[in-house]
């Protein structure tokens, strides 16, 4: 009897002991935030924490990009490495561990570039156990303020052109009328900067007859914000007298020119004509007979 109490107690205790064991092993990381937006030159914070919590000093802990080849950080038996797409975080990245006997690691990217962009995996590996939580960066930039430029071309009507640089991603754009009407477009193009930072640049035909102003739009889809500028259409009178004032201004100017050139002619006259009679007079002298 005693033998089988003692067998049935051996049992239960080796039982709990491989629970307590297995569920040492068994966890889960979370993650604070599974998406997150980021303005250009801000800052981004990646925070995991491993569930239930319990100590991470043994772990190797750290984050890759997209995929396990494009490491970030890893923090492995007390010391902390860099892997090959460290070059692109280099002085801009902060490993917080001050929580890692909780089992919670921040990982701060100072600086954000549009190609920080993508996801983060952070992944806590303890002997065969292994979790990750997925965190999504998404980056933004707001351009600069829209500028509007006319142009009449001779087959009648005006183009308008508007332009802005420093955005990120691709804004949304479009010319609205008065009543808010989108405007179909002439031609929009964009360029991009060694930075990422995107040039837009947007055009519309508009008739002589267009009243009331026109608005120029560029939204960002990402992080919900917008740019606008208007200009009022003048009607075409309006526009030829405004380019026949500058023509007037450009040949007053013309004529300053030439006034001013017709009053210092007689000096450049001089200063052309006066060497080369200075050196016919020497040449003159040092060819005269000389006297025996």
């Not at 089992?103 to 990750?132: M, P, W």
Request: with cysteine; charged share 20%.
């Amino acid at each position: 009897m005693e033998s089988a109490t003692s067998s049935l107690l051996g049992y239960l205790v080796t039982m709990l002991l491989l629970k307590l064991v297995l569920t040492s092993e068994q966890f889960t990381v979370r993650s604070s935030k599974s998406h997150q937006v980021v303005m250009v030159g801000k800052e981004a914070e990646f925070s995991c924490q491993l569930s239930p919590p319990q100590s991470a000093q043994r772990m190797k802990v750290g984050w890759f990009r997209d995929h396990h080849s494009q490491l970030v950080y890893l923090y492995e038996e007390g010391k902390e490495h860099s892997g090959e797409s460290s070059q692109d975080y280099m002085n801009r990245t902060v490993f917080l561990k001050d929580a890692l006997g909780e089992g919670k690691v921040t990982l701060r990217i100072y600086n954000v570039s549009v190609f920080d962009g993508g996801q983060y995996h952070c992944f806590f590996k303890a002997d065969d156990a292994y979790e990750e939580a997925i965190m999504d960066l998404r980056v933004a930039a707001l351009g600069s303020e829209i500028q509007i430029n006319i142009e009449v071309p001779k087959t009648g009507g005006f183009i308008v052109e508007c332009n802005s640089g420093g955005w990120f991603p691709q804004a949304q754009m479009e010319w609205k009328d008065i009543r808010g009407n989108v405007i179909p477009h002439l031609l929009k193009s964009s360029s991009q900067d060694r930075a990422g930072l995107l040039y837009l640049k947007m055009s519309v035909l508009l008739e002589n007859n267009t009243h009331g102003p026109v608005t120029c739009c560029f939204y960002n889809p990402v992080n919900d914000q917008e740019k606008r500028a208007s200009i009022v259409i003048p009607v075409a009178q309006n526009i030829r007298r405004v380019f026949l004032k500058k023509l007037l201004k450009c040949l007053s100017f013309l004529k300053d020119i030439l006034k001013l050139l017709f009053e210092c002619l007689p000096f450049l006259i001089y200063i052309g004509i006066f060497p080369v009679y200075l050196q016919f007079r020497n040449g003159a002298f040092d060819n005269s007979p000389r006297e025996l």
